[in-house]
C-alpha cells in the first residue's frame, strides 16, 4: 500500500498543508511539530515523490551523472567526489554508465529527463549523441564536446601531454610510442596528445601515434620502443604487464606514463609516472557550474580549464 501525504497528515495529528510545508521546509513552524511530522514519516516510511515535485514547479533535487564507465578508478572516484559535493548542497545522485555504448546512453538521457532531474552533468564519449543538445535540463559536460552552449569543465589537457613527453626527455628515451584513438569529436582530450607531439617535435625526440583499437600490441610492442605514453593509468599498468611478459622490464627497459591518477591507481602501482587530475576542484567545477546555469543564470555557460600535476615515483 502507498503511503499519502494525507497519511503522514493523520499519523502526525497536523494538517496536510503542515507536512507539505516541512517537506519543502516553507514557513515558521515550531521545532515540536517538525518532529512530530519527521516521525510519522519514519514510522510510515513515507518518502517524498521527487517526480510530483517537479510537475508542480518546485526543484526535484536530484541530479543525473552519466560516465562512460566505473570500471575505470578515475571515474568510479570522480562520480563519488561528484555525489559527495551535491549530498552536502541539499541534492542527490542518480548514476548511470553509459558503457560507451550510444543506445544505453540515450536511453539514460531519456530517463533522466523523464524523471525531472534539475540538471545533468556527463562526461560521454558517444560523439554522436544528440539528445543533450535537445533537451530542456540543464546539462555541463567533463571534458567532452556535447553541444553549443554546453559548457565544458576540464583539466589542462595540453599540460598533461606535454609532461607525460618531458618525463621522457628527461629520463632520455629515443623512441616513444604514442597512444591515440581516433576521436573526432573536437573534445579537449585531443589536446593531450597535441601536447606530445609539440613537446617531443621540439626535442627531436623520434615518436609514432598508434591506434591500439586497430592495432593488437603483439604487432607493435615491444619493438624498439623504449617509451609508451598511454591514454589513461589502466592502459598503462596493460602495457606495463605485456612489456614484462616479452621478457623486458616495463618502467626501467620501456619508460611507461598514465593519465589520471586517481587515488586507487597511486596506491596499487606507485610505480607508475602519471598525470594526476584534480578530482575534488573538478568535481566542485562541474557542481558550481551547473548550479549557476539552472539557477542563478541560465544564459551563462563558461568553460573551466584546471592545472594537473605529474607524479613520479622517487
Known sequence: MVVKLQDVAQKAGVSVTTVSRVINNYGSLSQKTIDKVHQAMHDLKYQPNALARAMQGKPSKFIGLIFPSLTNPFFAELANEVEIQLFAKGFKTIIASSTDNEQIENEYLKMLV??????????????????????????VSFDRNLGTNIPIVSSDNYQGGRLTAEYMIQNHAQKVCVSVDE????????????????????????????????NQMTDVLPGDFDGIIASN??????????????????????????????????????????????????????IDNLVDITHSNPDHAENAILPVTFYSPS
Open 114 to 139: 523523464s524523471n525531472q532531474v534539475d540538471g545533468i552533468i556527463s562526461s560521454s564519449h558517444n560523439n554522436q549523441t544528440a539528445g543533450y543538445q535537445n533537451t530542456s535540463v540543464s546539462v
Open 183 to 214: 576521436d573526432t569529436s573536437l573534445s579537449p582530450t585531443i589536446l593531450r596528445i597535441q601536447g606530445v607531439i609539440d613537446t617531443l617535435s621540439k626535442a627531436d625526440v623520434e615518436y609514432v601515434p598508434i591506434d591500439f583499437n586497430k
Open 233 to 286: 593509468d589502466v592502459a598503462a599498468l596493460r602495457f606495463a604487464a605485456f612489456i614484462r611478459k616479452s621478457g623486458k622490464r616495463p618502467f626501467k627497459d620501456v619508460l611507461i606514463t598514465g593519465y589520471d591518477g586517481s587515488q586507487l591507481i597511486r596506491n596499487v602501482a606507485p610505480e607508475l609516472p602519471t598525470v594526476i587530475q584534480p578530482v575534488s576542484k573538478i568535481a566542485t567545477a562541474l
